[in-house]
């Protein structure tokens, strides 16, 4: 399975089964007697669940070159789960708490086991046995997105929309409830305040241009009046969304009756190809040539962390003060979101392969995927991006996402 190697101030190092633990985990040193159910609760926990005293986070991994799936307890560095998929080496994060795996031709949706629900003042976590809830079958299943307590996924060979409640998701199903055809192409679906947005204009072989709004059961409503060449990647928000194009990037706001407004790129022919955000805030993150791009998702203010090569993958910490990059050259890096400004430099990567490398967040932790080594990296990017933990693996690491934080 895999095996870790951590980076300590200490070095003592404690031996459990199933694994290996250091003195910390992703959110501060293990504490004995944790994962106990916690009484007097004014939440009711889901059947098979348990209710515990903090966040347990769980990190999942996808191999690049089958359908494997581990997940694995960040406290004790166990792997709880192993699933067999016929093709997921991409995972995409729902909600904080599920992943779906998607593969040539089919959608997997699991429930890795852990979570927690914010309720301002409080919250509650919960953790139970990972599962595999269920399959979506179809042609290409490319951009998988959530919003408004939906999941759609967008099959490319087909144009086929099909839609999953989070309501079902909780009860450990994966029923359809919408679907809808568009045309074949490399296209999205966004699920928005009861509506749809769904792209439109594309071919099998290239990229959409436009957008169209269409109702709860995927009935078209009108067209977008706006023109998006070369759309590719998104990021949804409450009750707006926004989408990359050739020039710049786009914004729909449901609050205004899904009006478009487009924000140039800061530098002509410097563009973003995908999108990662806080999951609170505003700020959005993109990999560019040089460094990264960062847009207030309300304002259109960008800040550019401008590096002298190329950004592989980027993130933005949980309280989107931080963003962070992975370059060309290896390092993991860290800026202040508000200014660009650099504020650290680790060596992450050992080498280059055809699988780029992933950086997703996790409480105060990065985990940073290197496929070309078979690890997965945590960095606390708090403490000048040391690296607290590596996880190694006897596959390829193709796609990881944190759960539970």
Known sequence: MFACKSVLVVGVIALVVAGCSSAETADGP?????GTARPGSDLAAEDGSTEVEGPEPRLVVADADSGRIEVLDLATEGTLASFEFDEASRITTINGRYVIATGAHQAHVVDP????IDHGDHSHSYVKDPVA???LDGDEPAHVI???RKVAVFFDGTG?????DFDSLSKGESAIATTFDADPHHGIAV???DHFVVSTGGTEEGLPDGLELRDGAGELVRALDVQCPEMHGEAVFSNYFLVACRDGVLKVDAAQNFS????PYPTPGKRAWAFEQAPKGALVASSTERGVLVLDSRSGEWVRANTADESLASGVSRDGKTVFSVQADGTFRTFDAATGAELSSTPVLDGRNDVVPAIVVGGTRAYVSDPAAKTVTEIDYRDGG???RTFDFDFSPASIAVVGA
């Open 113 to 116: 086991g852990s979570w927690t």
């Open 260 to 263: 478009t407004t487009i924000w």
């Open 386 to 388: 040391r690296v607290a």
């Open 191 to 193: 699920p928005l305040s």
């Open 160 to 164: 086929t929309v099909d839609v999953v």
């Open 133 to 135: 809830i269920g399959t």
């Open 30 to 34: 293990v504490v004995e007697g944790s």
């Open 146 to 148: 959530a919003g408004d």
